[in-house]
C-alpha cells in the first residue's frame, strides 16, 4: 500500500527565511513519481514540482527544490527567501507506476505555511 | 493556455437535493479526475477517465454518485440525494498521458454544501 506523511500541521516563518516541507511515503513500487502542490486559500490546487524516482538530481523550479532522499523515503520541499504569497497549505502526493498503483495519485494531509512579514 | 474550469464554485442545497457539477479540461488533456477534498485533509480520488473510459471508479460511491463524460472533454460529476456528510470541495483534474509522470493540474474546485 501505498502512504504519504506530512507530519507538519502547521509552521510559521519569518518573510524572507528559506522553510522545509517534510514529507515521507511508502510504496512497494519502484518506480514512482512525486509531486508538491500549493492550494491558497482561493482553493486551487498548484502544481510546484515534481521528482521521479530515478532521477538523479534534485528537482529545482525557481524558489521551489525537492530534497529527495531515496534511501530514507523522503521528499522534502525547501522554499527559499519565502514571500508573503508563499502562506498556503501545502500537499506532498505520490504516483506509482506499476499498472495496479499507476491510475492513483495519493496526497498527505497538508501543511499550512503562514509567512509573516 | 486556459487552466481547468470547474463550475459552480459554490454551491449550497438541501440534503436529498440532486446536485451536479461541470469540468471542462485542459484542452487536448485526455486524462481527466474527480476529486473530493474535505476540510483539513487532501484530495481522494473519486473517478479517473482515460478519454471517454472511466478507469477506475473503484473509490465513487455508486449508489448515489455518478459521472460521465461525453466525447472525452467535458465531465459532469452527480450526486443524487445528496447528504450531509457529501458537504466538500469536489476538484477536477486533467493531465495528458506520459507527459512528465502525467502531472495533474487542477480546477478551482466546486464548494458543495449540504444543509
Request: glycine share 8%; net charge neutral.
Given at each position: 500500500a501505498?502512504?504519504?506523511?506530512?507530519?507538519?500541521p502547521g509552521?510559521?516563518?519569518q518573510e524572507?527565511?528559506?522553510?522545509?516541507l517534510?514529507?515521507?511515503y511508502?510504496?512497494?513500487?519502484?518506480?514512482?513519481?512525486?509531486?508538491?502542490?500549493?492550494?491558497?486559500?482561493?482553493?486551487?490546487?498548484i502544481f510546484?514540482?515534481?521528482?521521479?524516482?530515478y532521477?538523479?538530481?534534485?528537482?529545482?523550479e525557481g524558489?521551489?527544490?525537492?530534497?529527495?532522499q531515496?534511501?530514507?523515503?523522503?521528499a522534502?520541499?525547501v522554499i527559499?527567501?519565502?514571500?508573503?504569497?508563499d502562506s498556503?497549505?501545502?500537499?506532498?502526493?505520490?504516483?506509482?507506476f506499476?499498472?495496479?498503483s499507476?491510475?492513483?495519485?495519493?496526497?498527505?494531509s497538508g501543511?499550512?505555511?503562514?509567512i509573516?512579514? | 493556455?486556459?487552466?481547468?474550469v470547474?463550475s459552480?464554485r459554490?454551491?449550497?442545497i438541501?440534503?436529498?437535493q440532486?446536485?451536479a457539477?461541470?469540468c471542462?479540461?485542459?484542452?487536448?488533456?485526455?486524462?481527466?479526475?474527480?476529486?473530493l477534498?474535505?476540510?483539513?485533509?487532501?484530495p481522494?480520488l473519486?473517478i479517473?477517465?482515460?478519454?471517454?473510459?472511466?478507469?477506475?471508479?473503484s473509490?465513487l460511491?455508486?449508489?448515489?454518485?455518478?459521472a460521465e463524460?461525453?466525447?472525452?472533454?467535458?465531465?459532469?460529476?452527480?450526486?443524487?440525494?445528496?447528504?450531509?456528510?457529501?458537504s466538500?470541495?469536489?476538484?477536477?483534474?486533467?493531465?495528458?498521458?506520459?507527459?512528465?509522470?502525467?502531472?495533474?493540474?487542477?480546477?478551482?474546485?466546486?464548494?458543495?454544501?449540504v444543509?
Amino acid at each position: 500500500a501505498q502512504k504519504i506523511t506530512q507530519t507538519q500541521p502547521g509552521m510559521f516563518v519569518q518573510e524572507k527565511e528559506a522553510v522545509t516541507l517534510d514529507c515521507t511515503y511508502d510504496t512497494s513500487d519502484q518506480s514512482y513519481g512525486l509531486f508538491w502542490y500549493k492550494q491558497p486559500s482561493s482553493g486551487e490546487m498548484i502544481f510546484l514540482i515534481y521528482q521521479g524516482s530515478y532521477d538523479e538530481q534534485n528537482a529545482t523550479e525557481g524558489r521551489y527544490s525537492l530534497n529527495f532522499q531515496k534511501a530514507r523515503k523522503s521528499a522534502n520541499l525547501v522554499i527559499s527567501a519565502s514571500q508573503l504569497g508563499d502562506s498556503a497549505m501545502y500537499f506532498c502526493a505520490m504516483r506509482g507506476f506499476t499498472y495496479s498503483s499507476a491510475s492513483k495519485i495519493i496526497f498527505g494531509s497538508g501543511t499550512r505555511l503562514s509567512i509573516r512579514p | 493556455e486556459a487552466g481547468v474550469v470547474q463550475s459552480p464554485r459554490y454551491k449550497i442545497i438541501e440534503k436529498k437535493q440532486p446536485v451536479a457539477f461541470w469540468c471542462n479540461p485542459i484542452s487536448g488533456h485526455n486524462t481527466l479526475y474527480w476529486y473530493l477534498q474535505n476540510l483539513g485533509q487532501g484530495p481522494e480520488l473519486l473517478i479517473r477517465y482515460e478519454n471517454e473510459e472511466a478507469v477506475d471508479d473503484s473509490q465513487l460511491p455508486k449508489d448515489r454518485f455518478s459521472a460521465e463524460r461525453l466525447k472525452g472533454v467535458d465531465s459532469t460529476l452527480k450526486i443524487q440525494p445528496a447528504e450531509l456528510g457529501d458537504s466538500a470541495v469536489y476538484l477536477c483534474a486533467s493531465s495528458l498521458q506520459g507527459a512528465r509522470a502525467d502531472t495533474q493540474y487542477f480546477g478551482p474546485g466546486t464548494r458543495l454544501t449540504v444543509l
